[in-house]
């Protein structure tokens, strides 16, 4: 099994670009979730998901959104980018709310 | 509304040496779970333990214990005889049945064991 695979691994964005990061797993998770780990600090809530067709704001959404058309997939878009979303992005899946998380191995984007 | 704090920024022991990281929480439901996580340098997260709020029973794992004591709101991790591939950074987490159903981490201790 793959388990939980982001893409891209790494990506740098100037300043107002948009983009999109993958994320897709392959455990028939229910619950996916989206952190963003700043620098020597702990993970913050992005997005999460309870299922199919359902998603919630987490504690730091502003400036990005997300979509879950499928159980498979919950892509993140970045939309006009800035300095405070430079990070390294944590997608994660698990069986239910109380279950382990399965995480990706992070995305690290950078914008100059 | 749930909230975890890991006063402990960063720990440094030599090896074979024991190491206690801190973890106390928030959070004014009855029913919660916590757990720990492990992110090593390679930077992936590798989950360690959960624990519900109704099992205050403490765990043994290899070198690794965890003490758990609603009395006090904590859950402590303890790696004895620390080893050099301890090295990490070590996450603390917690959710409970209301608010978002989704984990809300503590800011880490970054634990380095010098050999």
């Known amino acids: 099994n793959a388990g939980v695979t982001q893409t891209p691994k790494f990506r740098i964005l100037k300043i107002g670009q948009s983009m999109t990061l993958q994320c897709t797993q392959d455990?028939?998770?229910?619950?996916m979730y989206w952190y963003r780990q700043d620098p020597g600090m702990g993970l913050k809530l992005i997005y999460y998901?309870?299922?199919?067709?359902?998603?919630d704001k987490g504690e730091v959404p502003n400036g990005y959104n997300v979509s879950r058309s499928t159980t498979e997939d919950f892509p993140l878009r970045l939309e006009l980018a800035a300095p405070s979303q430079t990070s390294v992005y944590f997608c994660?899946?698990?069986?239910?709310?109380?279950?382990?998380?399965?995480f990706g191995n992070g995305t690290r984007l950078t914008v100059t | 509304a749930q909230k975890v704090t890991q006063a402990q920024t960063e720990i440094s022991v030599v090896e074979k040496e024991d190491v206690t990281l801190d973890c106390v929480y928030e959070?004014?439901?009855?029913?919660?779970?916590l757990f720990w996580y492990k992110q090593p340098p390679s930077g992936e997260l590798v989950f360690l333990i959960r624990?519900?709020?109704?099992?205050?029973q403490n765990e043994i794992s290899g070198r690794y214990s965890w003490n758990f004591q609603k009395s006090t709101s904590s859950f402590n991790f303890t790696i004895t005889a620390s080893q050099v591939v301890d090295s990490a950074v070590y996450f603390c987490?917690?959710?409970?049945?209301?608010?978002?159903?989704?984990?809300?981490f503590g800011s880490g201790t970054r634990l380095q064991v010098q050999p």
């Open positions: 987490a917690l959710i409970d049945l209301t608010g978002r159903r989704a984990l809300t």
């Open positions: 624990r519900n709020s109704f099992d205050e």
């Open positions: 455990m028939n998770h229910n619950y």
């Open positions: 959070t004014r439901d009855t029913t919660y779970y």
């Open positions: 998901s309870v299922g199919a067709g359902i998603t």
């Open positions: 994660a899946s698990s069986t239910g709310y109380n279950s382990p998380l399965h």
